[in-house]
């Protein structure tokens, strides 16, 4: 029974969500180029419209490109089931941990690249290589950092991360957890291909990474494409702010208005990452493709600093 | 306060890796004043808490000197002679900045192992802050290696100074006053020199790259 | 009275800016340096009698005793001499169009800074400001080593301040580990004393000040030339105006190496044997003379070839203070008296066949005996002389030493030592001695001395090594055995 709360909560809070955080960046960027911008609310109104049109699929392409979006879509949800968004929510043990978060996403991600080959346009081959050079650049960094967290809480599993780290007082000011933190953050802004390492909103043939690869979808394809990309984006962003923000252990009560107020600090947390990240891409420009390894390089070295300063600390003292 | 000062200590330590992944001599100044910032920053926690723990104010005044001399002279110093030096952009490192970054990396893990098993350093809180300020020293070390502008070479040498300010600074907050002030007073001197040496250099040779002075052998 | 030894130079320093003739320099310059002479032996006669010389005021930071002493005597006899040689010198250079006549103040006023910056060093009892001291020697004598401001002396200038500047920094890590060391066992207001570590060096950490002293090592082991971290001397020295390059030679390397005899005391007292420095400072030491003696026998610059020598003599003495025995520790001291004798003396006669011929190539020099009839003479004996042969003074100190090195039963160490040392020899006889005998093939050198007054310094030094090689002054070997009481402890 609890679980299928915990379910519903969690899907319901991450669907509704999700396009919220694009919409927000969007926003600020809009408004510090001196302009009005779309709506907040807009991507909704984009993937409702989507849903409703029929999708153009090539004559050429196989089952894979079919199938992709669905997968894509049902992996970000599962990821995202994986990943709390309130620990007021979680009575018993989720099965699952970043492990099988990292590796169900890299399922999505090999799908979506596959697809992209499938149509044997040359934005799509482009698109997958680019994909794959940065994913495999940033994926140690993301292992090294869930670990270091992980050592430090003796478990794996995110929901026990959480409930460790609320124990842990501020932990931005640990030199541990701020180190994770800024590697986390450049994960988040390679993962949900932002500036610096793409470019979302334009379709250069020459930087585009993402957007290359979606680029042969429409209609119903293409939203859930879309719709799983946002909430890739959001399960990441939970994750760095439910771990590294915790807020839970600030509310003194239980029951139905702990979680509820929970809840609400936990969107707060959100749309202030979101600006977080839209500042970041308006005050940097795009890199160079082989300048990328060495955004990498810096997110793993703080991902490594991170694990080290754990053993130098003697690992209990934290 | 030991949070604090553990958070600064590993901040300055990656600003020493951000310096090393720097490419332009123009961001080396810029990281070389932001990390002097950060160690001002130290200071200036720590002479506050002996200020009103021990009614000792020497170490605000060493704040102070830190943020006259390493935040704003001696950066407009190095600028100067950047801007003077017709500089042109070329690549400056030896290996590609990833390799560089590694190699940073394997000189912390060194300096934690070596320094781990010294008897009455090895206790944990202390310990981290003087890890990281000695890996600071080896980093900028290494930095003056990888570099082969001469500017380079000098941020590098005040990098291992910054080191040393802020291993001395958390390991036994500061050395005696009058130490502290002889150390920035040789610094200046040898910044400045060291800066004339470059105009020398480039006014004889040509450029500032060091590889070109290879006369001298046997 | 031992103020004044700090206040004379800064003096000459201030004067120099003030006037603007270019023989009121010379004068400043002669007189400042006599002037320290007689406040050194003043200051001597004291340390013989009272053991020490302290103040009270200022913290009480001035301290004197028979090892600062005897290096501090090094450092302003050797001032004297090379501030009479650099007037004939220098009006020469003048004369040959190699130097400004307006560059001579900077010349003089760098000397200073560089002799004030020395002398701060030895005649300080904190270690912080004695390490604040010697950094400032490498930045005063950084333009002296530039001087000529040709290509080769600027690359020169640049590799002896970085190398060293860096090197001196690890050294400073070593000063905070020693500081750190002492933590809860000193008063605050005697941080870093070095008499306060030496009285209770039992008492400090022995793990943190065994970390010290390998940085203190490899850090004032660059300042001293040991190898591996030798490799600006050779450049520094060769690069370098002559009377500089003595200077260079004689005292600052001394300056450098009494920083780590002072560590390595504090050390030794705290381990209560000398195993470990021991190790350190041998292995170093012979690793010095080993690289010096590579390079002695293919050189084929004479002022370099003396530089190498420097290097493999700074080894020698490394050697001794890691045996640690009395008799080792009194040679150590003596060599490092008689090295700074000779060796300056050979660098002086070295800049007069420089500017004799204006070549530091040995393969273009002959008939150095016929050209320059009391300077070669000077400097072929100072060869015989530094490759330690009797009867002059450095057979005696390196004597002394392969005696102590046999005591301590490691006949290995004695046996390779010795080796080295007659590889040098061997080294300096093949490469130099061609330089001496034949006919010079340039017709328009004329035989004959240019610096009368550097000459007859020459063959004052050469003197001193001579009679001092026979017979040592009882006065000397008195200071020298208090300097040793100190360093080994009672």
Same mark, same amino acid.
């Given at each position: 029974?609890?679980?299928?709360?915990?379910?519903?909560?969690?899907?319901?809070?991450?669907?509704?969500?999700?396009?919220?955080?694009?919409?927000?960046?969007?926003?600020?960027?809009?408004?510090?180029?001196?302009?009005?911008?779309?709506?907040?609310?807009?991507?909704?109104?984009?993937?409702?419209?989507?849903?409703?049109?029929?999708?153009?699929?090539?004559?050429?392409?196989?089952?894979?490109?079919?199938?992709?979006?669905?997968?894509?879509?049902?992996?970000?949800?599962?990821?995202?089931?994986?990943?709390?968004?309130?620990?007021?929510?979680?009575?018993?043990?989720?099965?699952?941990?970043?492990?099988?978060?990292?590796?169900?996403?890299?399922l999505g991600r090999f799908f979506m690249m596959a697809a992209a080959l499938d149509t044997a346009g040359t934005f799509g081959g482009m698109g997958s290589s680019r994909e794959a050079m940065i994913s495999s650049l940033i994926e140690p960094s993301i292992l090294v950092s869930l670990f270091t967290v992980g050592l430090i809480s003796q478990s794996t599993s995110l929901p026990q991360i959480m409930n460790a780290v609320q124990n842990t007082g501020v932990p931005l000011l640990h030199p541990v957890y701020i180190m994770v933190f800024l590697a986390l953050l450049i994960v988040i802004i390679a993962e949900t291909s932002r500036i610096?390492?793409?470019?979302?909103?334009?379709?250069?043939?020459?930087?585009?990474?993402?957007?290359?690869?979606?680029?042969?979808?429409?209609?119903?394809?293409?939203?859930?494409?879309?719709? +799983? #990309?946002?909430?890739?984006? $959001?399960?990441?962003?939970? !994750?760095? =702010?439910?771990? %590294?923000?915790?807020?839970?252990?600030? *509310?003194?009560?239980?029951?139905? +208005? #702990?979680?509820?107020?929970? $809840?609400?600090?936990?969107? !707060?947390? =959100?749309?202030? %990452?979101?600006?977080?990240?839209?500042? *970041?891409?308006?005050?940097t420009v795009k890199f160079r493709l082989f300048s990328i390894p060495n955004l990498a390089a810096l997110s793993f070295i703080l991902a490594f600093l991170g694990i080290l300063q754990y053993f130098i600390l003697g690992g209990s003292h934290v | 306060m030991s949070d604090f000062l553990d958070t600064l200590s590993v901040l300055i330590l990656l600003s020493s890796f951000v310096l090393m992944a720097n490419k332009r001599i123009k961001s080396y100044i810029e990281t070389f004043r932001i990390q002097s910032l950060l160690i001002a920053l130290v200071a200036g926690i720590m002479g506050v808490d002996s200020l009103l723990t021990e009614g000792r104010f020497d170490i605000l005044v060493v704040c102070l000197l830190i943020i006259i001399l390493k935040v704003i002279y001696i950066p407009a110093l190095l600028h100067r002679t950047y801007v003077n030096v017709k500089y042109k952009v070329e690549k400056d490192f030896i290996l590609n900045i990833p390799i560089l970054i590694i190699v940073c990396c394997g000189l912390v893990v060194f300096s934690y192992f070596t320094l781990a098993t010294v008897d009455g350093l090895n206790e944990s809180i202390f310990n981290i802050q003087f890890v990281n300020s000695v890996s600071v020293i080896w980093i900028g070390l290494f930095f003056m290696i990888s570099r082969k502008k001469a500017i380079g070479q000098i941020i590098g040498f005040l990098v291992i100074e910054n080191g040393l300010y802020i291993t001395a600074m958390l390991s036994t907050q500061g050395m005696p006053f009058i130490v502290d002030l002889g150390i920035s007073i040789d610094l200046l001197t040898a910044v400045m020199i060291m800066g004339l040496m470059v105009f020398r250099i480039n006014e004889k040779f040509d450029s500032i790259d060091t590889d070109q002075l290879n006369n001298l052998k046997g | 009275m031992g103020l004044l030894l700090?206040?004379?130079?800064?003096?000459?320093?201030?004067?120099?800016?003030?006037?603007?003739?270019?023989?009121?320099?010379?004068?400043?310059?002669?007189s400042a340096s006599s002037f320290l002479l007689i406040i050194a032996a003043r200051l001597t006669r004291n340390v013989m009698l009272g053991g020490k010389v302290e103040y009270s005021y200022l913290g009480g930071f001035f301290y004197l005793d028979a090892l600062s002493m005897i290096v501090l005597d090094i450092v302003l006899i050797l001032g004297f001499i090379v501030s009479i040689y650099s007037i004939g010198y220098l009006q020469e250079e003048i004369?040959?169009?190699?130097?400004?006549?307006?560059?001579?103040?900077?010349?003089?006023?760098?000397?200073?800074?560089?002799?004030?910056?020395?002398?701060?060093?030895?005649?300080?009892?904190?270690?912080?400001?004695?390490?604040?001291?010697?950094?400032?020697?490498?930045?005063?004598?950084?333009?002296?080593?530039?001087?000529?401001?040709?290509?080769?002396?600027?690359?020169?200038?640049?590799?002896?301040?970085?190398?060293?500047?860096?090197?001196?920094?690890?050294?400073?890590?070593?000063?905070?580990?020693?500081?750190?060391?002492?933590?809860g066992v000193l008063a605050s207001g005697r941080f870093l004393d070095w008499t306060a570590l030496y009285d209770n060096a039992k008492s400090l950490n022995s793990s943190i000040l065994r970390l010290a002293f390998i940085f203190i090592l490899v850090g004032f082991g660059t300042k001293a030339g040991l190898a591996p971290m030798h490799t600006w001397l050779p450049d520094a020295h060769s690069q370098a105006p002559s009377p500089i390059s003595a200077l260079l030679s004689g005292v600052l390397l001394n300056s450098a190496m009494y920083g780590i005899i002072r560590t390595a005391a504090i050390v030794n007292h705290n381990q209560g044997n000398s195993i470990y420095t021991g190790r350190l400072l041998i292995g170093i030491g012979i690793l010095s003379i080993a690289t010096a003696a590579v390079f002695i026998l293919t050189q084929k610059d004479y002022k370099r070839l003396?530089?190498?020598?420097?290097?493999?003599?700074?080894?020698?003495?490394?050697?001794?203070?890691?045996?640690?025995?009395?008799?080792?520790?009194?040679?150590?001291?003596?060599?490092?008296?008689?090295?700074?004798?000779?060796?300056?003396?050979?660098?002086?006669?070295?800049?007069?066949?420089?500017?004799?011929?204006?070549?530091?190539?040995?393969?273009?020099?002959?008939?150095?005996?016929?050209?320059?009839?009391?300077?070669?003479?000077?400097?072929?004996?100072?060869?015989?002389?530094?490759?330690?042969?009797?009867?002059?003074?450095?057979?005696?100190?390196?004597?002394?030493?392969?005696?102590?090195?046999?005591?301590?039963?490691?006949?290995?160490?004695?046996?390779?030592?010795?080796?080295?040392?007659?590889?040098?020899?061997?080294?300096?006889?093949?490469?130099?001695?061609?330089?001496?005998?034949?006919?010079?093939?340039?017709?328009?050198?004329?035989?004959?001395e240019t610096n009368i007054a550097g000459t007859v310094c020459i063959l004052v030094l050469l003197t001193v090594i001579t009679i001092t090689g026979l017979f040592m002054p009882d006065g000397i070997i008195e200071l020298i055995n208090q300097a040793q009481s100190i360093i080994i402890g009672a």
């Open positions: 029974m609890n679980s299928m709360i915990y379910i519903l909560v969690q899907i319901l809070v991450i669907i509704m969500a999700a396009p919220l955080v694009n919409g927000i960046i969007k926003k600020i960027k809009a408004l510090t180029q001196k302009r009005k911008g779309a709506p907040v609310f807009q991507m909704y109104f984009d993937i409702y419209k989507l849903l409703q049109k029929n999708s153009v699929v090539s004559e050429v392409s196989s089952w894979i490109f079919k199938v992709t979006p669905y997968i894509v879509f049902t992996t970000a949800i599962a990821a995202a089931l994986l990943v709390p968004v309130s620990t007021k929510l979680i009575t018993q043990q989720i099965p699952g941990d970043f492990i099988m978060l990292v590796s169900i996403l890299a610096p390492v793409d470019d979302p909103s334009t379709h250069l043939e020459l930087t585009m990474v993402h957007e290359a690869m979606i680029l042969e979808y429409s209609g119903r394809h293409l939203a859930l494409m879309e719709y +799983g #990309a946002a909430i890739k984006q $959001l399960t990441f962003i939970t !994750l760095l =702010v439910n771990i %590294l923000i915790p807020s839970d252990q600030l *509310i003194g009560f239980t029951g139905i +208005g #702990a979680l509820a107020l929970s $809840l609400v600090i936990y969107l !707060l947390k =959100v749309v202030l %990452l979101s600006v977080i990240i839209a500042i *970041i891409e308006v005050n | - | 700090l206040a004379v130079p800064v003096l000459a320093v201030l004067l120099l800016f003030i006037f603007k003739q270019n023989r009121i320099w010379h004068i400043i310059s002669l004369k040959q169009g190699k130097v400004a006549a307006g560059k001579l103040r900077h010349y003089y006023m760098l000397m200073y800074s560089f002799i004030f910056t020395m002398v701060l060093a030895l005649t300080v009892k904190n270690m912080g400001i004695m390490w604040i001291a010697i950094e400032a020697t490498t930045l005063a004598s950084a333009f002296l080593v530039g001087f000529y401001n040709e290509k080769k002396a600027i690359e020169a200038a640049w590799k002896y301040v970085i190398i060293c500047s860096v090197g001196i920094a690890i050294a400073l890590l070593g000063i905070i580990l020693l500081h750190l060391s002492s933590f003396l530089a190498y020598s420097s290097i493999e003599h700074m080894g020698i003495i490394a050697v001794a203070i890691g045996i640690f025995t009395p008799l080792s520790v009194f040679g150590a001291l003596l060599h490092m008296i008689n090295h700074s004798l000779t060796k300056s003396m050979l660098f002086l006669s070295a800049g007069n066949i420089l500017q004799k011929y204006n070549t530091k190539q040995i393969s273009q020099i002959k008939g150095v005996l016929k050209l320059l009839p009391f300077s070669g003479t000077a400097f072929l004996l100072g060869l015989f002389a530094i490759a330690g042969t009797p009867p002059f003074s450095i057979f005696a100190s390196e004597l002394s030493i392969t005696v102590s090195i046999f005591d301590g039963k490691s006949i290995w160490l004695g046996v390779i030592f010795v080796l080295l040392l007659a590889i040098v020899f061997a080294g300096i006889a093949v490469t130099l001695f061609k330089m001496f005998y034949g006919n010079h093939d340039q017709k328009d050198l004329k035989a004959g």
